[in-house]
């Protein structure tokens, strides 16, 4: 387990980015050199619950006329890149401390800034404090440098200049949490790409008329979706499925009627205008969009009279008779609904429906950057084997594979796995929850037990793992012996 002391020193590092290194002695400073900075010296402290960040830096060239140089001190987990940014110091030319003074200063309130003399060093002293948060065990202190003219902001390079110092004894006792490789999947990777088109007709009509209103932006939604799929080489599209909804005003056998007629009129108009040649289509016309409806009512908390709304939307009384309780029992809410949620009950969903081939660990990389839901879990975990000796890599593909299937029962217990070796136990428990019942998802739970100090359930869990046949947990038992021996 992890001890923090009250007071943590973070070490210091030399800076070794060249848009921040010094010129070799005798040589003139110029603007080659991309404005000179020296760190002299850099900390960071957690004190109680706080944690205090201090920079001494020299700006040693001069500014020129129209310029500022601006530092971007920040605390950042480089593997799982959470960070806070701290308040920005601006190195000024006299002009530009005018303008900053003037045009700046309520945009960067927290800002620091000052006026760099021609041929005078600037030592500049930076002491900022923020909340402690544990994440930040492992994170560094890192200086972003830019320049900026005109607002006009240019990257001038980054440096890490401290991190915490690594502890040089062995941990207590070794931990061995576990995870699952996902069985191969040999079945067909069946993807779908989804939208929403608004398209809007004339009153009581069905004709879709490409120039009319929004119209040629929705369209263009369409053609850009099934585009998508269309131009790349690895997938073979099934079909695609168009359904077509109504808003509930007027009568239900009418709004049907209309939905059908609108969504088989896109379908002929798609097939005409070239964008779906020789794919398969289904159009389907859904009639009024009360599920649409409700999930509005539920998200819009400003809606008039919502609660009777809602209560009137979600019976099971005719679709008809819904409607008319709502205008007559809710006018102010019905008249709200009518104008602001109604348009966005008149949509299109479609669907594009394709399958993939499958990919060797080569051909994935290349997929996972630009079509990553492309790939199945096997071949990323695959991918990710590749790095397994780098940990920044594996965790950023492992990471994105849990932001592709949130609810995999292996993701979230690899995801558990690392949290763990970070020691973040209220992460772990929350992928844990979503893992299904097997003995590595008993381990881990024993492993955060013991990271949150109750030894005897780690050992009840570790024990019932073992008994489930994982062989990590007879080792694991071996380490907590040596704790029991030590009490």
Known sequence: MKIYSSILLLMLMPLTISAFQLPDKGKKIGPKYEYVMKVDRSAVAVVDSNLVVSLQLTAIQDIPFSQSVVIAPEIIDTISLRKVELPLIFINSRNQQIYFERDLKSEFPEAIALQKKNGEDLHISYLRTVQYEPWMQDAVLKIQKKSCACRDWKDRGSEIVAAFPKEEK????????????????????????????????????????????????????????????????????????????????????????????????????????????????????????????????????????????????????????????????????????????????????????????????????????????????????????????????????????????????????????????????????????????????????????????????????VEQAQHQGLPEAAKQLEEFKKIRKKQ
């Open 170 to 461: 062995e941990p207590e006792i070794q931990l061995f949490p576990v995870y699952l490789l996902p069985p191969a999947d040999k079945s067909v990777k069946v993807r779908e790409e989804k939208g929403s088109a608004y398209l809007n007709f004339v009153v009581n009509k069905w004709d879709i008329l490409p120039d009319y209103m929004n119209n040629p932006v929705e369209l263009q939604k369409i053609h850009n979706s099934v585009n998508i799929v269309k131009n790349d080489s690895n997938v073979t599209i099934r079909r695609m499925v168009i359904e077509g909804y109504a808003s509930p005003e007027g009568t239900n056998p009418h709004n049907i009627m209309l939905s059908e007629k609108r969504t088989g009129a896109l379908q002929q108009y798609l097939q005409r205008a070239g964008m779906v040649k020789g794919i398969k289509m289904e159009a389907r016309g859904r009639g009024e969009n009360w599920d649409g409806l409700v999930k509005e009512l539920k998200k819009d908390s400003h809606i008039p009279q919502r609660d009777k709304l809602l209560g009137i939307a979600t019976t099971t009384m005719d679709l008809d008779e819904k409607e008319k309780r709502m205008r007559k029992e809710t006018p102010e809410g019905y008249a709200y609904i009518l104008k602001n949620v109604y348009p966005s009950l008149r949509c299109t969903n479609y669907t594009v429906e394709y399958t993939v081939r499958p990919f060797t660990v080569e051909e994935s990389e290349v997929v996972f950057e630009t079509r990553p839901i492309n790939l199945n879990l096997n071949e990323i975990y695959k991918l990710a084997d590749k790095y397994a000796n780098n940990e920044t890599k594996y965790y950023s593909i492992i990471r994105k594979a849990y932001l592709l299937y949130p609810q995999d029962s292996y993701i979230n217990l690899t995801m558990a796995y690392l949290s763990i070796k970070k020691g973040e136990t209220d992460e772990a428990v929350e992928y844990l929850s979503k893992v299904n019942a097997c003995p590595e998802k008993t381990m881990n739970e024993g492993l955060v037990a013991y990271l949150k100090g109750d030894l005897d359930t780690a050992i009840s869990l």
